[in-house]
């Protein structure tokens, strides 16, 4: 069973940064594709970015390219999103989720964490 652990939320100002954490329990597979997501109050899960474990290949949605950075650590079965400039509108809590294929529904991944709050103060 693979178990996804998000860290690094938190409250910051407007224009600052957080650099959230998805640990991947061993087992994880190495051609997992893992993506981040995010949920506003009210507001429906909207997708972030991913990142082919094995290729290192990111994928962004477009309003965040930029702003935002996904990489990974295979040694520590570790993917993590930077996040730049940070706006209100960046609040949420973000989930970190693992798959087979990249989409950004969210409907082809298989596993998820349980989230981290970023809010961001105007």
């Known amino acids: 069973q693979v178990q996804l652990v998000e860290s690094g939320g938190g409250l910051v100002q407007a224009g600052g940064s957080l650099r959230l954490s998805c640990a991947a329990s061993v087992g994880t597979s190495s051609t997992y594709v893992m993506g981040w997501f995010r949920q506003a109050p009210g507001k429906e899960r909207e997708f972030v970015a991913a990142i082919n474990r094995l290729l290192g290949k990111a994928y962004y949605v477009d309003s965040l390219k930029g702003r935002f950075t996904i990489s990974r650590d295979n040694a520590q079965n570790t993917v993590y999103l930077q996040m730049n400039s940070l706006e209100p509108e960046d609040t949420a809590v973000y989930y970190c989720?693992?798959?087979?294929?990249?989409?950004?529904?969210?409907?082809?991944?298989?596993?998820w964490g349980r989230g981290t709050q970023v809010t961001v103060s105007s």
């Open positions: 989720a693992a798959g087979p294929r990249r989409e950004v529904t969210g409907t082809a991944y298989e596993y």
